[in-house]
């Protein structure tokens, strides 16, 4: 067996599972979740008939590369998105992929030399455990950047020994970020891009939330942009969609990646093996999704009403802010986030996550902790009761 398996956490669903063994919650109040970021929200009409017209295909094997038109609707999907002046070459940088979370993975595993003892893979932290999992699996040591309030929830960069950058290979960077919902404006992501020239590792820009924000003035900015703005070439730079976000599709498992052709080479070739190739009827209905942006608005519009009608009931009992994106909440519980989130669970049949399984303590205490993910992705009334069942249980509890 691989040795380095021993070295995987659990995963949080199933710690979050052991958590709550042995809980009787009340049954006069159905369950509501809101651990997972799962979205519930109807997956678009025209998409899912894209995807049945497409069923004919299912005699096709699909092809690593994927099909030239899926990959031209995301090279034109990321130029109106992230206005990249048509410098994005569909046929050698776009790769589609089965979700992000596939493809976070398997990215560490092409890109890491198993020879190469000293690789340091960076995440922020909290973070999305498939980092870490990657990470270890190519042979690399995770090196964990906090994300704290004090830094408006974003890796302080400066605060990186040029040691760790030296031995970095990969920078993993989430934006819009998971859990917080923190954005990294275009200043920060030159930051990032300067110092992945300077010391030659590549990003891996997670943006799988990109296209859920809450100000439609102010969509969050993307590596590739960045780029294109610098005039600096997609080097280095690797960034990974999904539609299981934007679209409301998650079962659909279907994404891309795009950004430096050299590596999309590598990615591709490592790819033909691993025998990921994206079926020919979803990428079909991908076609249809990367092709419209009104449904994706439509989506946002949810979202948003979920925010206004939630946080103005959480408020007066909670330490919680509106993210600038995302769909999910990051209160401070001010104490043991095991204990609330298993008390909640036990008195109001209400499911979060504890924020100390999204983290890792590297020496400084675990930035996680003492705080809660709400994710809100159940529909609206179902947020709200869940609202109301949480402040409940916050001024009912003895001080």
């Known amino acids: 067996m691989h040795p380095r398996l021993t070295a995987l956490q659990p995963y949080p669903f199933e710690r979050l599972a052991q958590l709550h063994r042995g809980v009787t919650p009340p049954t006069d109040r159905k369950a509501i979740a809101l651990s997972i970021g799962e979205p519930k929200h109807d997956a678009p009409a025209f998409v899912v008939s894209a995807l049945v017209n497409a069923l004919p295909e299912l005699g096709t094997y699909p092809a690593t ?57 960076a995440m922020p932290n909290p973070f999305y455990q498939i980092y870490e999992g990657a990470a270890l699996l190519a042979g690399a040591t995770p090196y964990f950047l906090d994300t704290t309030a004090d830094h408006g929830f974003l890796p302080n960069l400066q605060q990186v020994p040029d040691d760790v950058w030296r031995r970095c290979r990969l920078l993993y960077l989430c934006s819009p970020g998971n859990p917080t919902g923190a954005v990294a404006d275009e200043a920060y992501l030159t930051e990032v891009l300067a110092l992945a020239d300077r010391y030659g590792f590549v990003i891996a820009g997670d943006e799988c939330y990109g296209d859920l924000y809450l100000d439609e003035h102010r969509p969050p900015p993307g590596l590739l942009g960045a780029c294109a703005r610098l005039g600096r070439g997609y080097e280095r730079v690797v960034v990974f969609h999904s539609l299981s976000k934007r679209s409301s599709v998650p079962g659909l498992r279907s994404g891309f990646v795009a950004g430096d052709p050299a590596i999309l080479a590598a990615f591709k070739l490592y790819r033909t093996y691993h025998g990921c190739a994206l079926p020919v009827h979803v990428q079909r209905a991908s076609i249809a999704a990367w092709n419209d942006d009104g449904h994706s608005a439509e989506n946002r519009a949810l979202y948003r009403a979920k925010f206004d009608a939630v946080l103005p009931i959480l408020s007066p009992v909670l330490a919680v802010d509106r993210p600038t994106a995302g769909f999910y909440l990051w209160p401070d519980v001010a104490g043991d986030d095991e204990v609330f989130a298993r008390d909640l669970y036990a008195h109001e049949n209400v499911i979060v996550l504890p924020g100390s399984y999204l983290g890792r303590d590297a020496g400084r205490g675990n930035p996680g902790r003492g705080r809660i993910r709400l994710s809100l992705v159940a529909p609206l009334a179902d947020c709200i009761d869940a609202a109301h069942r949480i402040r409940h249980f916050m001024e009912s509890r003895p001080s």
């Open 65 to 121: 590369a994927g099909l030239p038109e899926f990959r031209e609707s995301v090279a034109r999907w990321l130029d109106r998105r992230y206005g990249l002046g048509g410098t994005l070459d569909a046929d050698r940088m776009v790769l589609p992929v089965n979700g992000t979370r596939e493809a976070l993975f398997a990215f560490a595993q092409c890109l890491i030399d198993p020879a190469d003892t000293a690789a340091l893979v």
